[in-house]
Structures are given as C-alpha cells and as structure tokens.
C-alpha cells in the first residue's frame, strides 16, 4: 500500500497548528512566570523594591500572555484538559 501524494493535506494548507506550535506558547507564559515569582523572592530577600517590582511585573505579564494561549487554543477547539489551573 503506497500514499498518494496528491491526496495528502498538510497542517499548514488545512491552517492546523501543529501541537508542539500549541505548547510552545504555554511554556513560555509559565517559565516568564516562574522567574517573575523567583525575582520578587529574592527582591524580598534583599529588599530590593526596584526588583521586586520587575518580577511581578514580569509575574502578570506572564499570566495575560498564558490567558491569551488558553483563549487561543479555545477558540480553535483545541481544548486542554492537562492545563493546571492554580
């Protein structure tokens, strides 16, 4: 039994994204947000309010940025049932 290559349709002509495409956007939300709790962690250690500021700055910029994933994944009926909610 051999493929066709006429009859193949790809993630890109079908505008699927690919899953790791998915994932990558995820993880980066989180990691910005794990290193903003970690600066604030030491800032607090330090009492450093310049880079305490800058890690929950970092913290919620992380949070929308995962938000927005979530949304967009919704939205294209992608949904994650693996997500952790905290």
Do not use: F, H, W
Request: overall charge negative; charged content about 40%.
């Amino acid at each position: 039994m051999s493929i066709d290559p006429d009859k193949v349709t790809t993630q890109e002509e079908t505008g699927e994204p690919a899953a790791i495409d998915e994932v990558e956007g995820r993880v980066q939300a989180e990691m910005k947000i794990a290193e903003g709790r970690a600066k604030e962690s030491v800032a607090q250690g330090l009492q450093d309010k310049e880079l305490e500021r800058e890690g929950r700055k970092l913290q919620e910029e992380g949070e929308r940025e995962l938000e927005q994933e979530r949304q967009s994944s919704s939205d294209s009926g992608s949904g994650d049932s693996a997500g952790g909610e905290k």
